[in-house]
């Protein structure tokens, strides 16, 4: 069986120019070891554990040593494998398809596999969990609760979830009551464990390790995916035949590796395309700022009304900083009307960092939790929701300063 998986991959690699570029740099057969590098997303001790064996194998199979190097974080992975400080390594889905951007050259070998109900699955799905004797059944019921993301770096962890609430219009910052980064997926279930947060975001695997260890007390409320296994690659300058051995090597790994500790049941190989449908929620997540302020613009250009402005940002969860950032950028000395509440009255006032002065300002409250402070007010009474038109002179902080023109 080995033998004929090795005669097919070699065949692979004939027609395949993918495996076969060639490279003057120093090749592996010249280094002393082969190093495997592997991203911080497991308990130390699983990895210890787990990979050890592995490691073992491989060193067997490929008749070199082969060490394991956890990096502190993706970026430095991927910069060490590009480097040629790492040779092969293990990314989650997001983490590849980041890397393989920033380094087109990062060759992918095969697809890590998990079981799930007794079959091998190269796929897994995202999971938003809470407590089995909490009174969350859905995720409406979640509003106002603490929850917990696994890391920015997760697919499954925060990438999903995250274009999955831009999905639903929902706004996480101001849906839930508190955001938290776990740090990882273990930390995650653990703090939901102890009823640090309320729900969170994680994954098939981590699920099935925190029943494990905290026993059957987690519920899913949504499930999100499928979501394809984490990518094992190479730098280009392995040679041809190492890699026929690295992958026939994958194929076959013995029960009694996968068996112990080690957090996959094995390998397949599938393509670089299989992750496509990560890069479009990637896509998604990192261009949605930009497109949106475009649309933003277009409001600001066209209609010139702070009250759209504001429901429009709050609707897609634009952050106070970018927002006053646009309206500075397109709308300063130009008229707008806005409808609000005075609220407020500040007998001496300095804004534009300071360079300007103004006296007797109102505070008008208008869109969702937004103020904006109006100078030379005239006759304007407190507490009587009125419509302004009124010129755009600067900013205090995060809000707009207006110099009322005309009121009703």
């Known amino acids: 069986m080995k033998h004929i998986a090795l005669s097919f991959l070699l065949l692979v690699l004939a027609i395949n120019p993918l495996y076969i570029k060639q490279s003057h740099a120093k090749t592996i057969y010249e280094q002393e070891s082969i190093v495997f590098g592997f991203p911080p997303i497991y308990e130390k001790n699983i990895i210890e554990s787990g990979f050890k064996p592995f490691m073992e194998y491989l060193s067997r199979e490929l008749g070199q040593p082969v060490k394991l190097y956890l990096a502190k974080d993706n970026a430095e992975l991927a910069d060490r494998l590009n480097d040629n400080k790492v040779q092969i390594a293990l990314f989650g889905g997001t983490a590849y398809v980041e890397a393989k951007r920033k380094y087109p050259d990062i060759q992918y070998l095969a697809t890590a596999q998990t079981l799930e109900h007794g079959i091998k699955q190269s796929y897994y799905y995202g999971h938003i969990i809470t407590l089995k004797d909490s009174p969350y059944k859905n995720l409406k019921d979640l509003i ?3 929850f917990a993301y696994a890391s920015k770096e997760s697919t499954s962890g925060y990438k999903f979830p995250r274009v999955y609430f831009y999905k639903k219009r929902i706004q996480p910052e101001r849906y839930f009551s508190e955001l938290i980064f776990a740090g990882s997926h273990a930390k995650l279930t653990d703090m939901l464990a102890n009823r640090e947060i309320n729900a969170g975001s994680t994954y098939d695997v981590n699920l099935s390790t925190a029943i494990k260890k905290h026993g059957d007390i ?5 499930k999100l995916g499928p979501i394809t296994n984490l990518a094992l690659v190479s730098n280009h300058q ?5 890699l026929a051995k690295i992958i026939a090597a994958l194929l076959i790994v013995p029960p009694e590796i996968v068996a112990a500790d080690f957090p996959y049941a094995g390998f397949e190989i ?7 449908p990560i890069r479009e929620v990637t896509f998604t997540e990192s261009t949605s700022s930009r497109f949106y302020d475009e649309k ?9 009304d702070l009250n759209k402005i504001y429901a429009f940002a709050y609707s897609i969860d634009i952050e106070k900083d970018d927002l006053i950032t646009i309206i500075r950028n397109n709308l300063v000395g130009k008229i707008v009307n806005v409808y609000g509440k005075p609220v407020d009255k500040i007998k001496r006032f300095n804004y534009n960092n300071n360079w300007a002065r103004a006296e007797n300002v109102l505070v008008l409250e208008v869109e969702n939790r937004h103020k904006v402070y109006l100078i030379n007010t005239g006759n304007i009474e407190m507490g009587q929701a009125i419509m302004i038109s009124a010129k755009v002179v600067g900013q205090k902080g995060n809000e707009v300063v207006l110099d009322v023109l005309s009121s009703k």
């Open 144 to 146: 106002n609760t603490r």
């Open 218 to 222: 987690f519920k899913t409320i949504v």
């Open 238 to 242: 392995l040679s041809q035949d190492l």
């Open 270 to 276: 599938l393509s670089d395309s299989d992750y496509d």
């Open 296 to 304: 933003i613009f277009t409001i600001l250009t066209q209609k010139r």
